[in-house]
């Protein structure tokens, strides 16, 4: 089994920075490729990034490209999330996954999810 721990949620105001960590627990960190997706009351659950199990590859949604930046360290078996110039539309509870593919986690094939940690960002 895998564990999943989403930290670094909060109150931001729009424009600001805020950084999500994922701490991965169980099997081999770095045989899974790792994402981030959030879902807003009333609406799905989006996909937002994920990373290649060695983090060669990236895949971002439209909506947070070039603001947000996924990342992780195999060594700490930590995956992160940087927010940047985040915008009240990105206020959401954000989740942290797991998979076998970082191109397939965009098809929502998941393997593991996190609790999820709350943004918000206020105008």
């Known amino acids: 089994q895998v564990q999943l721990v989403e930290s670094g949620g909060g109150l931001v105001q729009a424009g600001g920075s805020l950084r999500l960590s994922c701490a991965h627990s169980?099997?081999?960190?770095?045989?899974?490729?790792m994402g981030w997706f959030r879902q807003a009351p009333g609406t799905e659950r989006e996909f937002v990034a994920s990373?290649?199990?060695?983090?060669?590859?990236?895949y971002y949604a439209d909506s947070v490209k070039g603001r947000f930046t996924i990342s992780r360290d195999n060594a700490k078996n930590t995956a992160y999330l940087q927010m940047n110039q985040v915008k009240p539309g990105d206020t959401a509870v954000y989740y942290c996954?797991?998979?076998?593919?970082?191109?397939?986690?965009?098809?929502?094939?998941?393997?593991?999810w996190g609790q999820g940690t709350q943004v918000t960002v206020s105008s």
């Open positions: 169980g099997r081999t960190f770095s045989s899974y490729a």
């Open positions: 996954a797991a998979g076998g593919s970082a191109q397939a986690m965009g098809r929502m094939l998941i393997d593991y």
């Open positions: 990373i290649s199990k060695i983090g060669s590859v990236t």
